[in-house]
């Protein structure tokens, strides 16, 4: 499992699936697979969707 550091100012986390998805200006900058994420760490002015926080809240992994 591994720490993911989103550090680019603007940009969105979202859920795709079971991928968290960061993006900037509709282009993509991360595609992290849900299942190889322990932890989210964000840093600066970002956004997180309602599905992303619902995934990285959910305690059961399918």
Do not use: W
């Not at 595609?31 to 309602?50: C, K, V, W, Y």
Request: glycine share 4%.
């Amino acid at each position: 499992m591994s720490v993911v550091y989103v550090r680019e100012q603007g940009s969105v986390v979202r859920r795709q699936g079971e991928r968290l998805l960061v993006t900037k200006e509709d282009q993509p900058l991360m595609d992290i697979p849900r299942i190889h994420t322990e932890q989210l760490a964000l840093f600066g002015n970002m956004q997180l969707t309602s599905p992303a926080i619902a995934r990285c809240c959910c305690c059961t992994k399918k």
